[in-house]
């Protein structure tokens, strides 16, 4: 569905025709999908976008319908309008597969039906279809008042799901617990369901129930009995709560642990295209977010970018002395290496990051000899067993990086120790990356 291309005209013409024009009813490109990514992030990444194609500025406005945006720009061959749609993930699937959408926002991943169900056009799994445009932490929140800390993903099952009903339980006042969730139709309900409620945990049938991540923050940020869920960039004025998964240290989500993935309730946030089918426009919007431009506007929007940046951990006191002493010279990168099957088959998302290290280095003044890779594994039956598992992992992405134009990494493992998630969390099996002090 596409619009005719109008003649050019001048500027104070063309911001009149946008302003007193009626809403259009076809788009050059449409975006629908998540929310967490449509009320910001999306917009931005378009308007960014735009920007680079157009010849004048880009304008924003409502079309008459709640959550929804266009944006327009004037081109050389006429103007250009784009459409974001933030209904929730699963309405994104829906207009994608129905041929409304070019773009699907997703602030979870695709699921195995959905995938099934879109397999006659193109794999949503694959390289060309899935898109990791950002880093989100799912935010824990509460009252500013609210004494609590931190908490464990058990610990929140039980208070979402009922079991826990009253904030003295928790060493709190006394005070009835009030439960504040996203809708069904959201990714963001999605990504807590499977990462807290999982299937020992149900959602208390009276939570209140939120289309908007930034509706359901200010409610609670105004109500001393309250915890609730959202995106890391819909934080406002809601005191954060700190997160634990088994045996690991709790971590508040912040640059380093979302980015790397480490805090237990990171999560990725998606675009997905048609494969083969997809418009030139919405292939090129798609890159433009991926890049280096893009991942600015991703850190300027809340969320976390996946452009690497040098961070000095602070180590808690659980931290084995060797590590300390390996890592001593080194500052962490803010990329870690994860896998899609097996134990050395790269993921998506680390495929694209082999570049983003490349550039990195280059942009630094930086080479291969300055980083370190670090393997780590999940507890294994014998210690040995993950020590060679963490050593192949951290191999696999050296040899990765070779054929990316980086070679001769130096590696290691770090076995079972110092995992980021509970015994058999997959987030354990990963290798992080390190780059010497200058």
């Known amino acids: 569905m596409r619009v005719a291309k109008p003649t050019t005209v001048g500027l104070y013409a063309l911001l009149a025709g946008f302003l007193l024009a009626p809403v259009a009813q076809a788009y050059e490109l449409e975006i629908h999908g998540s929310n967490t990514v449509g009320a910001t992030l999306a917009p931005m990444l378009v308007s960014g976008y735009l920007e680079r194609i157009g010849d004048g500025p880009v ?6 319908l709640e959550n929804e945006k266009e944006l327009l720009v004037q081109t050389g061959n006429g103007k250009v309008s784009v459409l974001v749609a933030a209904h929730g993930s699963s309405t994104g699937f ?40 950002a880093i989100d932490g799912l935010a824990i929140l509460v009252h500013p008042s609210n004494p609590l800390n931190a908490v464990s993903i058990d610990t929140l099952g039980q208070i979402f799901s009922g079991q826990i009903r009253n904030w003295s339980e928790l060493g709190g006042p ?4 009030r439960l504040y969730a996203r809708d069904d139709r959201s990714g963001t309900w999605d990504t807590f369901k499977s990462l807290v409620l999982g299937k020992t945990y149900s959602l208390q049938p009276d939570a209140l129930r939120y289309e908007s991540n930034d509706q359901l923050s200010d409610d609670v940020s105004r109500d001393p009995s ?7 960039a819909s934080v406002r004025d809601s005191k954060l709560l700190a997160v634990s998964d088994g045996k690991a240290p709790a971590l508040k989500p912040n640059q380093l642990t979302v980015a790397s993935e480490d805090y237990p309730l990171s999560r990725r946030l998606f675009m997905y295209t048609g494969g083969s089918d997809t418009p030139a426009m919405a292939r090129e919007l798609v890159e433009f977010a991926l890049g280096p431009d893009g991942q600015a506007l991703v850190a300027d929007s809340g969320f976390v970018s ?35 099957e097996g134990r050395t088959k790269l993921d998506n998302k680390a495929r694209r ?3 983003r290290l490349q550039q ?24 040995l067993r993950a020590q060679m598992i963490s050593e192949l992992r951290a191999l696999s992405v050296r040899k990765a990086l070779q054929d990316t134009g980086v070679p001769d990494v130096a590696y290691t493992g770090y ?6 998630g509970g015994q058999g969390s997959p987030r354990n099996g990963r290798v992080e990356v390190w780059i010497k002090e200058r």
């Open 174 to 177: 006394d005070r009835p617990i």
């Open 226 to 232: 309250g915890i609730g869920f959202s995106g890391l």
């Open 360 to 383: 990195y280095l280059a942009d630094q003044g930086r080479s291969a000899d300055d980083l370190l890779l670090i393997g780590f594994a999940d507890t294994q039956s014998h210690e």
């Open 415 to 420: 076995g079972q120790y110092m995992p980021v």
């Open 353 to 355: 990051d082999l570049t």
């Open 94 to 133: 829906k207009a994608l597969a129905s041929g409304q959408a070019d773009v699907w926002a997703s602030s979870r991943p695709v699921k195995p039906s959905e995938a099934e169900a879109f397999q006659s056009r193109a794999d949503l799994t694959s390289p060309d279809s899935e898109h990791v445009i």
């Open 306 to 340: 996946q452009n690497p940046v040098a961070v000095k951990p602070r180590f808690d006191a659980g931290t084995p002395e060797s590590f300390q002493r390996l890592t001593a010279n080194y500052r962490r990168l803010t990329v870690n290496f994860r896998f899609s």
């Open 59 to 64: 304008v924003a406005r409502g079309n008459g």
